[in-house]
């Protein structure tokens, strides 16, 4: 079996808006401040962008023990201008060629996905089809909070053509803005799901904070995963009642996912704090006392669906 990644970045100093990097950079400590230790220092700016390019990726999965990431860049990168750190002008579609090019390096380690502006109508569609024909990306990345509902029927064009053209769409789900987190809310995808029976949905971050409705909408849909990115970051109770809920009403949809180079995933910035993904999941375990009030058990065959088996099946890879 493949251990696959559903949900990695890349970043470049060079390409990425400044705005991006700021704002990434501030998410990313606000998150990892409480992971480590007293007294360690967090990573610069410099080490957690430059850890964050294509080769440190390859670095991570070996380490971690992934065979396949999907990566994209940010799909919120629109949503900060076009100014790089070294104050070159670029548009959303460089980007998407840069995504490319890191793709073509490693060909049997990652598959591209493309970041959408679907508040962009036909534009939009005409630069997922040349995502799909020419860039070969598997899968799309809009993200909500730019202002949209995903079941407004104005961007259910673009659905059509994603269906047709057999690339899944992943959503971000839940809290870390830009934007407003009422766009972020699961019960959207119900609409999409059930609308378009064929597209393949991924639904991220668990939807946190609504991990029970996210679970209970997957279950309704089975063209809808959930990736487990942001839960990686502890072994506390929270996360552990989000994956025993997700266990127990689809464990046949719930998919790994690290959001590296965020989360203490970057080795590069974090070093010996980095949080090996592959490894938190098979380390799950129900304590005693959760045994006793009827958590259920991870299994290692639940471990090697969510590590693998889950995405292999749903996008027949
Ligand atoms: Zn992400």
């Known amino acids: 079996m493949k251990v696959i990644d559903v949900h990695t970045h890349l970043s470049s100093v060079d390409l990425m808006p400044e705005r991006w990097i700021e704002h990434e ?24 962008i430059e850890g964050g390019g294509v080769d440190g990726l390859i670095n ?12 994209m860049d940010s ?8 100014r790089t ?41 005409e630069d ?27 961007i259910y064009p673009i659905y059509k ?5 057999g690339m899944h769409i992943q959503f971000h789900l839940g809290g870390v803005p830009p ?5 972020c809310q699961p019960i959207y995808l119900d609409d999409v799901a059930t609308d378009f029976p064929e597209l393949k949905i991924i639904a991220l971050h668990m939807g946190m904070p609504h991990v029970e409705e996210v679970a209970l909408i997957a279950a309704h849909n089975p063209n809808i995963l959930v990736d487990i990115s942001g839960v990686t970051l502890d072994m506390r109770y929270r996360a552990l009642h989000s994956m025993a809920y997700l266990i127990t009403h689809v464990p046949n949809q719930v998919v790994l996912g690290t959001d590296w180079p965020c989360l203490n995933t970057n080795s590069a910035a974090f070093g010996s704090h980095v949080v090996n993904p592959v490894k ?37 890879l």
């Open 128 to 154: 997922m089809e040349r995502y799909a024909d020419e860039f070969g990306f598997i899968g799309l990345k809009p993200y909500p909070p730019r202002g949209f509902y995903p079941n407004d029927p104005k």
């Open 161 to 165: 053509r994603a269906q047709e053209l």
């Open 75 to 82: 799909p919120k990168s629109s949503f900060y201008g076009r």
């Open 280 to 316: 938190w999941v098979n380390e799950l375990q129900t304590p005693q006392i959760l045994s006793e009030l009827g958590m259920p058990q991870f299994t290692d065959e639940i471990k090697r669906k969510i590590l693998g088996k889950n995405i292999a099946e749903f996008l027949k």
């Open 60 to 71: 991570d999965m070996d380490k971690f023990g992934i065979n396949i990431s999907f990566v």
């Open 179 to 183: 934007g407003r987190m009422k766009y």
């Open 85 to 125: 750190l070294s104050g070159k002008l670029v548009n959303q579609m460089e980007i998407e060629e840069w995504v490319n090019q890191c793709v073509a390096k490693y060909p049997d380690r990652l598959k591209g996905i493309g970041a959408l502006d679907f508040t962009r109508g036909e534009e939009a569609i």
């Open 25 to 48: 950079y501030k998410i990313c400590m606000d998150l990892c401040r409480n992971m480590l230790p007293a007294g360690v220092p967090l990573p610069s700016k410099k080490a957690l």
